[in-house]
Structure formats: structure tokens, C-alpha cells
DNA sequence: AGATAGACATAT
DNA sequence: TATGTCTATCTA
């Protein structure tokens, strides 16, 4: 592939050629052919608007697939305006046509993920400017005298910031416009995005960084597509060391994508950037308005903003010349869209990257397992960063055998844990508490008649949360209020709570630290974001002894005072047969663990588990993750399962259908890899589906549910074939673009 | 994604 | 026979 031209491709279309092809944001297998009206130029890549049926959409001039596509001429329609905005570049083209390929989606379906900020949001409207004339007012009010104090100096300002200065309304400024007393100019549309400053502030890197740092700059310089990852323990400063990569595409002029999952676009994150280049990064998520999305976009394609840190949808702005990409926290499970169109922003970050000719670096202190087997197949640079930046280490977690030295009966926190966690409070010491399950207990019982309180649409288990007093489904967000009698055998009183939610641990933590001030971390907080805010500053400012948290506290935040960690059942999660439990369980407890020890002090971490010698339990408490990703390795192989199996789901649409239905619905819960999943094996795929080098394989929630292989068959046979539509998700090798 | 044209089901 | 509801199909 050669390097796109990182500018508007000159290749117009000949003069007389009246008709090019749009691509559609819509689920349309291909481009439409549309007239282009007289004296209007257009090249691949430009967005235009289109008449479609009755309505107009936006659309995206696309290269003419090879051979003219049979259309009755009297069909075509014309376009009908050229859309105000740079063009899409042909790598990002390229990247639409391979992500699509690659999801097995319409290509439109991506372009949509591209396009979909609000048309006329960006345009946004002038700003008028004002500046003070000789001409005074003839009748001279308070108001009035203010703003022409206000102006006295001649500069000019837009109406709003006049009014604001002055002290008045818009109404008075007008006023004085009328009059002539204020001329107005029109003043430039408000820059997209500050410009950072790659030399304001260069930081001190350990020798480990800098080394670390020099190489990615080198691959900036070098401008070609280099995977790298950046593997380094918590605090070993993996920021700070790509923010030098970023400071030399900014100085080589060219754009930074910076992928953060969702909830990792923190404060903090916000304040280390401003720190290092000056001003904030140009941000980009769901909670960013259409407004700002749609002048971001503008801005992002014109080549004006320089940085862009953003979710995963961030990876669909259309970069007019990109030289980097960073994936930070790379293993993140948020990078996995499991709707619409399917795909991890990671692996279409290495896509894009790869198309861009740009370096790019995955970041993370736990690398998923593709990442990680990647890496040691040589297709991935590894630059390993081994030290904390402060000195000291991240903590081994000591382990607690439960079985040998559990609490007592109703009880979570084994004896040896709490006497350090007394210690550490007579030390003046922060805790943390971990257990990532919410609510007060994970299962209700009845003691008469030993009846177990389900969802009744879902049928997993319903969560007491004691504080709002409901019992709530995690699985479908079903929620009743707590029944004083058991719905089965209606015997009043007898509904007992069985094992710990963080709620329950919170009321055990007091009783047995009554002097302790302690706090709950749940994503489910009371309060909504700004009690969490708030909370999380009071355990920053140490007004919190001992924190109860779920897995929030093993993200994002950083807690700066943490002496003590204890996990109180690392066993959550392991054993109900999902394939990634084991990978997401490691990387979980490890970054918990990291959460221990700061600049000074070094941090103890503990392990409370049932299973000490499980796998997953000796790496954690060996500290060894080398071992750790080599078992796992081995166990897929033997499983058949590709280290990088990534999804796979049917999705049956019909009514007539209800058993592929609810096959469908047994397939959305366990795909990708959520329940238990048991592989069918390599199927006769529908040559429909399957395009050459897609693997194709079913994944089951068990044996006994159905036998996929066999009903794809039939299905594709026209047995069942009813009104439903089918779709197969193919588990594809995700390296495959490589 | 919409808009629309058929296929059934139900009201008048 | 008009009207509502659900779906599959089409848009150049």
C-alpha cells in the first residue's frame, strides 16, 4: 500500500465525466452513482449532500470500484450540495473499505460511525465583533457609559464578552451599535482547539523512560506504521514517556490520536497533558456536545487541532495527516463495541495506523493476551518500563488462605487482614478494600423452604442493595423493592442474605474499625458524578481511612496515599467457564495491587482466596506475569481456541421463529466470551459469509443448549427460513490486516 | 436510517 | 371496507 497523499488528492474527475459514486451512511452493500451538477468539481473523499427517496443525506464521494456499475441512467439524481469540510483522506477511505470488510459490515455502516455528529452543528454562526467609535451617544445612560468605558481602549471584542465586561446586557451593546457608536467587524470563527506547545514544559525522565522515549520519537521521525507496546508497571510513568512521541508530531506538524476507554478520560489524564504541552487536549466523547463535536470534526480534518484524546468513536475522525496513535490501557474491555457495528477500537486503531504509515503505541501495565502473544511473535515492539518512577515497588500480594485462616461465620475480612489494616491505621494509613461485587449481598434465600431469588426475566440472581432498599438484577437492570415474606412459601421474615457486597463489607469495616472513617467506592454511588467527585477528593486530601470499592477503584483514579490493599475474594469471576476470566481476573487484581505504596512508603497488598494454588492466584502472588501469560497461552492452544478469538455471535431476527429466538438470545449472552462457551468447531460456512480468510467457527453457551453447526446448515438450507433474517459474526484472526 | 408498500389483524 | 401494526424492501 503506498502512502496516501496526506492533502486533497488532485486526481479530479474529467470535466466531462457528470457522474461519481456516494457512499451512503446507511446499510446499503454499496456505493450509489449520483450526476454532478455543472461547474461543480469533485474528488473521493469530499462529503456532499444527496437526495435519497424523499429525504436528503450526507454521503461521502467514493473511488469508482473497478468496472462501471450497470445503473439505468434515468435513475440518477444529483447531488446537491458539496459539504463545507475538508475531505476525508484516501487512508481513511481505505480504512472504512477494510473495516468493513473486517467487521463483516455494510461499508456504509462504518462511514456512519465517521459521519454521524450533526450536519449543521459545526457551521456555527459568525461572531460579530465590536470596537469603540469617535461618535459618543447622544443620550448618555449609566449602562451606556459603562460600555464605553469598558471599550475605551480601542480593542475589539465579540458582542458577548463587551456586555460581560461592561457589566451590562447584549441589548445596551446593540443599542450602541445602532447608534454607531460601536462599529462592528466580523471576527474569525473561535479556534477548534488550542495548540499545544510540544517544548513548553520537558519533564525529567528516568533513564528508563528516556530510552523508552527516544525510540517512539523515532518512529514518529520515521513516519511508517511501527507497533509498539509500552508495558511498564503502574507508576513507571508510561505517560510521560509516549507525551515525548506526541511533542515530536506535533513539532513534525502532524495529528495525535490519543484512545483512552471511556472512564480513563479523567481529570487527572486532562491535568498531566496541560501540564506537559500547556493547554488541554481536544476532547472527544459522548458527553462532548454536537456543537463541539461538529466544530471539532471540521477542525480535525482541516488539520487545525494537533490532539485528540478520545473513546474509541474518537478512532473515526477523519485526520488530515496522522503520525501517532496511542492506545492507553490497552486491555481495556471498553474498547469492545458490542452493538451496531461490531469491533475493538485496538485492533482498528493498529488498522488505521497501518493505513496512516503511522508508529503506534498500546499501552498498558496488564497487555491483553493478544497483545502480549503479538509481541512475542515479533509484530509488536516491546519497550518495557520495569520501575515505579518513585522508587518503590509495586507490592507482591501476600496471600490469605481462606480455608487455613478465613474469618468467622458472616464475616469477610480474615483476621490477619484486619489486624493490618489496624496497624496501618494507627500508622495514619489508608486501606483499600476490594471487591468488585455492588450492593450488600449477592444472593437471597429463604431459610424456610430454601427458595433463591431470581430475576424473573433473566433468571440470574437478584443483588440486594440494602441502602436503596431494592433487589436488583445486574444482568437486566430489573429492579423490585426487598419482600417482607418469601414469594415461594410466603413465610414472613425468613429471606436471609447470603455472601458480601461491597455495602455489606462497608457495615462490617465499621464494626470492626469503629474509629476508621470509612467510604464506599461503587459505581452505583448515591449522587450520581459529582458525590464521586467529591468523594474522591476527600480520600485524595486523606479524610478517609479505610476505602470499600468495587472495580472502579482499579481504574482511572489515582488514590496518592494508599499503604494497604486487601482483595477480599479474588475468586470472583474465575470458574463459570468464560474464557477471559482468568486474563480479566490477573489484570484486575494486578492494577489493584498497583494501587499500593507511594513515593516514600512502600505498599502491602493481600490476597484473600479459597484457591491459592489456582494459576491465576501463583502468578498474582509471584508477581510473575510472564509465567502467568504462558500458561494462558498454552491452555487456548490446547483448547483450539486462537489466542486472538475475539467474538463470534448469530443474531436471528423473525417473528415466526421463537426458536431462533431464542437461540439468538442464548448466543447475545454468551458471545463474545461473556458465560460459559464451549467451541462447536470449525463449521461449513456459508460461502456468503465466509470471505477467503475468516475462520469460521460457533461458540455455544453448552453443550446441550443446540447445536449451532447443524441449525446454520439447516438455516442456510431454507429449512427454517420463516421471515427472519441471519447474521453470523465470523471469528476472524484479527491480526490478519498485519 | 427513513419512507413505503404488502400482509395480516381488528374496528366500523 | 377503512384502519392499525408489523415487516421486508428500497433508496441512484
Known amino acids: 500500500m503506498t502512502k496516501p497523499s496526506p492533502v486533497d488528492s488532485p486526481s479530479l474527475f474529467p470535466s466531462r465525466e457528470s457522474v461519481v459514486d456516494v457512499l451512503l451512511p446507511l446499510a446499503i452493500g454499496a456505493a450509489y452513482s449520483y450526476r454532478v451538477p455543472e461547474g461543480m468539481e469533485l474528488a473521493p473523499g469530499d462529503i456532499v449532500v444527496v437526495p435519497l427517496g424523499t429525504r436528503e443525506v450526507l454521503g461521502c464521494v467514493w473511488p469508482r470500484a473497478g468496472g462501471a456499475p450497470a445503473v439505468d441512467p434515468a435513475k440518477l439524481k444529483s447531488i446537491k450540495r458539496r459539504y463545507d469540510v475538508a475531505p476525508l483522506q484516501p487512508a481513511m477511505l481505505a480504512f472504512i473499505e477494510w473495516m468493513a470488510d473486517y467487521t463483516v459490515t455494510p461499508p456504509g455502516m462504518v462511514l456512519r460511525l465517521a459521519l454521524r455528529h450533526d450536519e449543521s452543528a459545526g457551521i456555527g454562526r459568525e461572531r460579530t465583533g465590536v470596537y469603540l467609535t469617535d461618535r459618543r451617544p447622544e443620550r448618555l445612560t449609566k449602562a451606556r457609559t459603562k460600555v464605553v468605558e469598558a471599550l475605551f481602549d480601542g480593542f475589539v471584542r465579540s458582542k458577548s464578552e463587551a456586555a460581560r465586561e461592561a457589566g451590562v446586557s447584549a441589548s445596551v451593546v446593540d443599542g450602541l451599535i445602532d447608534d454607531g457608536v460601536l462599529e462592528t467587524v466580523v471576527l474569525p470563527p473561535e479556534p477548534a482547539a488550542e495548540v499545544p506547545d510540544p517544548e513548553h514544559s520537558r519533564p525529567d525522565l528516568s533513564p528508563a523512560q528516556s530510552e523508552a522515549a527516544a525510540r517512539l520519537v523515532d518512529a514518529v521521525k520515521a513516519r511508517a506504521f511501527a507497533p509498539t507496546l509500552i508495558d511498564g508497571v503502574t507508576g513507571s510513568g508510561k505517560t510521560e514517556t509516549y507525551f515525548e512521541a506526541v511533542a515530536q508530531a506535533i513539532r513534525q506538524g502532524q495529528q495525535t490520536l490519543i484512545l483512552m476507554p471511556e472512564i480513563a478520560l479523567t481529570q487527572a489524564f486532562l491535568d498531566r497533558f496541560a501540564r506537559r504541552f500547556g493547554v488541554l487536549p481536544a476532547e472527544w466523547h459522548s458527553a462532548v456536545s454536537s456543537k463541539r463535536r461538529g466544530k471539532l470534526f471540521k477542525g480535525v480534518a482541516s488539520g487545525e487541532v494537533s490532539v485528540v484524546a478520545g473513546a474509541r468513536s474518537a478512532l473515526f475522525l477523519p485526520f488530515r495527516d496522522l503520525g501517532l496513535i496511542i492506545v492507553d490501557e490497552e486491555h481495556d474491555g471498553a474498547y469492545k463495541q458490542e452493538d451496531g457495528v461490531h469491533y475493538h477500537a485496538r485492533d482498528m486503531a493498529v488498522l488505521r495506523a497501518r493505513l496512516e504509515e503511522a508508529p503506534i503505541a498500546l499501552v498498558s501495565a496488564t497487555p491483553s493476551l493478544e497483545t502480549e502473544v503479538n509481541t512475542r511473535r515479533g509484530r509488536y515492539t516491546r519497550l518495557h518500563l520495569p520501575e515505579r518512577f518513585t522508587g518503590t515497588r509495586v507490592p507482591r500480594l501476600e496471600p490469605i488462605d ?257 426458536a431462533a429466538q431464542s437461540h439468538a438470545r442464548a448466543l447475545a449472552a454468551c458471545a463474545p466470551f461473556t458465560s460459559e462457551v464451549r467451541v462447536l468447531g470449525p463449521a461449513e460456512a456459508p460461502l456468503a459469509l465466509v470471505r477467503g480468510r475468516h475462520r469460521f467457527r460457533l461458540l455455544a453457551r453448552s453443550e446441550r443448549a443446540f447445536d449451532l453447526s447443524s441449525y446454520v446448515r439447516a438455516w442456510m438450507a431454507g429449512a427454517p427460513r420463516a421471515t427472519g433474517s441471519l447474521k453470523v459474526q465470523i471469528d476472524i484472526d484479527p491480526q490478519s490486516f498485519l
Open 402 to 658: 481462606l480455608r487455613k485462616e478465613g474469618p468467622p461465620r458472616g464475616q469477610w475480612v480474615a483476621p490477619r487482614l484486619a489486624r493490618e489494616m489496624e496497624c496501618t491505621l494507627e500508622a495514619g494509613g489508608q486501606s483499600l478494600l476490594f471487591l468488585n461485587r455492588r450492593g450488600y449481598a449477592p444472593l437471597t434465600l429463604c431459610r424456610a423452604c430454601g427458595h433463591r431469588l431470581r430475576c424473573p426475566s433473566c433468571s440470574s440472581w437478584l443483588v440486594e442493595h440494602r441502602f436503596r432498599r431494592r433487589l436488583e438484577c445486574h444482568q437486566c437492570g430489573y429492579a423490585m423493592p426487598v419482600p417482607s415474606e418469601c414469594p415461594a412459601c410466603h413465610e414472613p421474615n425468613a429471606l436471609i442474605p447470603c455472601g458480601p457486597g461491597v455495602e455489606r463489607l462497608h457495615e462490617e469495616v465499621v464494626r470492626l474499625m469503629p474509629n476508621a472513617r470509612v467510604q464506599v467506592l461503587s459505581s452505583d454511588l448515591a449522587g450520581g458524578v459529582e458525590r464521586m467527585r467529591a468523594e474522591l477528593k476527600a480520600i485524595e486530601d486523606g479524610e478517609v481511612d479505610v476505602v470499600v470499592g468495587t472495580q472502579l477503584v482499579a481504574k482511572g483514579h489515582n488514590f496518592p496515599g494508599l499503604a494497604l490493599v486487601g482483595v477480599i475474594d479474588a475468586d470472583v469471576g474465575l470458574g463459570h467457564g468464560d474464557p477471559r476470566a482468568a486474563e480479566r481476573t490477573f489484570q484486575l487484581l494486578h492494577q489493584v495491587a498497583g494501587r499500593a505504596g507511594r513515593a516514600n512508603v512502600e505498599g502491602r497488598a493481600f490476597l484473600q482466596t479459597y484457591i491459592p494454588e489456582h494459576p491465576v492466584m501463583q502468578a498474582l502472588v509471584a508477581g510473575d506475569r510472564d509465567a502467568f501469560y504462558d500458561q494462558e497461552i498454552a491452555i487456548r492452544e490446547e483448547a483450539h481456541l486462537p489466542p486472538f478469538a475475539r467474538f463470534c455471535a448469530l443474531i436471528v431476527s423473525g417473528t415466526d421463529n421463537h
